[in-house]
């Protein structure tokens, strides 16, 4: 194939056409600050407000519930450093799988607040133990507790309980947060039935821009800014709104949402098509996290067998034009390896490669692909 084919949809995805459409038009039409009270101000005004209501829709919150944010880190950040500094939390529940936009913030807290942190085991697959989970609110049930878990592992695809997390945070009467940036878009949400506290977005997982998300705060917790200097966001996030990409996110969701059975099915079939000619194909490949049970359909994490070319696989997917990722995208450049793989106790002999997919990813893309690794791991 001469074009490259895009297998790190985990890192980031490409923007739908009809999502650059309706960004286009904003920046063309739309050019005032939206807290001008003149009438193309107010023109500004109604594309961030119209915006507001759609997502709020597709999540089944009340508009005034949503803020929006440059994205799911800062999201992150907001809850974090908010619910520590303004409703009384002293205890932070996490785990060692986290994206580090929640896991190095909590340490952060914990090293300048003296707040404690404390991490969940996790089962053979890596998923959350429940049972220990309840243990840690139990012992710690005297302090304001935060629990922040993420919907879907970004790096090996495995997939949280969360209705019920929320029941047991609920039982403790602790807080609960979950990142979702790997899940919105992908999987629906009711905020309502859930009653969850807070919810974070990246719109650049659903083929949104990026550089913008919002923040769920459930109508019944009361946050304050941790950016300051301005009113904007209801005196939440200051700073004059990414107006063109609060617009595109709100059309990423409406096409993701209107099209979501449709596309989970697609791709839900490339990656199980993908793992049997794996297994068909590869001697001694195995699987990290848990992609035949309760994970992500757009992520597949993979332990490949020794070869020589160990220490070179990725850059041998690059040079035949297959882009995948070794790890979470946010370490590239690191020589850090990945604290997820490491925390799950993956075999760090073998070289671990994540494919992930989305509505774009054909099938003869993966044929390609899986003829490529076939043809390097010829079975001797």
């Known amino acids: ?107 952060a807290i914990e090293h300048q607040k003296s707040i404690q942190l404390s991490l969940v085991k996790l089962d053979e697959y890596g998923s959350v133990d429940l049972k220990n989970l309840e243990e840690l609110l139990l012992v710690h049930q005297d302090k304001k507790t935060l629990v922040s878990l993420m919907h879907g592992n970004n790096e090996i695809g495995n997939i949280l309980p969360l209705k019920k997390v929320v029941e047991l945070c609920k039982k403790y009467d602790a807080l609960f947060h979950s990142d979702t940036v790997q899940t919105m878009g992908h999987y629906e949400f009711n905020v309502r039935t859930l009653n969850i506290d807070f919810l974070t977005c990246s719109a650049h997982k659903f083929h949104g821009p990026k550089g913008v998300g919002f923040l769920f705060v459930n109508q019944n917790v009361q946050l304050k800014p941790i950016i300051t200097g301005g009113g904007q966001e209801r005196n939440m996030r200051a700073g004059t709104e990414n107006i063109y990409g609060i617009a595109g996110l709100a059309k990423a969701m409406e096409i993701a949402y209107v099209n979501l059975n449709e596309h989970q099915q697609y791709i839900r079939g490339l990656k199980t098509y993908m ?75 073998k070289p671990a490669i994540r494919f992930s997919f989305s509505k774009y990813t054909t099938k003869e893309e993966i044929d390609f692909t899986i003829d490529l690794i076939k043809n390097w791991f010829k079975q001797k």
Do not use: W
């Open 275 to 349: 793992i049997e000619n794996l297994e068909q194909k590869i001697k001694g490949i195995t699987f990290n996290g848990n992609p035949k049970g309760d994970s992500l359909y757009t992520v597949l994490n993979v332990n490949f067998p020794n070869s020589e070319m160990d220490e070179m696989l990725l850059f041998n997917f690059d040079i035949e034009g297959v882009c995948v990722s070794g790890g979470s995208a946010c370490a590239s450049g690191s020589s850090v390896g990945s604290h997820v793989l490491d925390a799950i106790n993956s075999d760090k002999t």
């Open 1 to 107: 194939m001469n074009k490259k084919i895009y297998l790190d949809n985990a890192a980031t995805t490409p923007l739908d056409p009809e999502v650059i459409d309706v960004m286009t038009k904003a920046m063309k039409n739309t050019y005032g600050n939206p807290s001008s009270v003149h009438a193309v101000g107010r023109q500004a005004r109604v594309v961030i407000e119209e915006a507001r209501k759609k997502v709020a829709s597709y999540i089944h919150a009340a508009p005034a519930e949503i803020f929006f944010t440059a994205g799911g880190t800062e999201a992150n950040n907001m809850v974090l450093r908010s619910a520590v500094k303004d409703l009384g939390v002293i205890h932070i529940i996490t785990s060692p799988i986290e994206h580090h936009a929640v896991l190095e913030t909590a340490e």
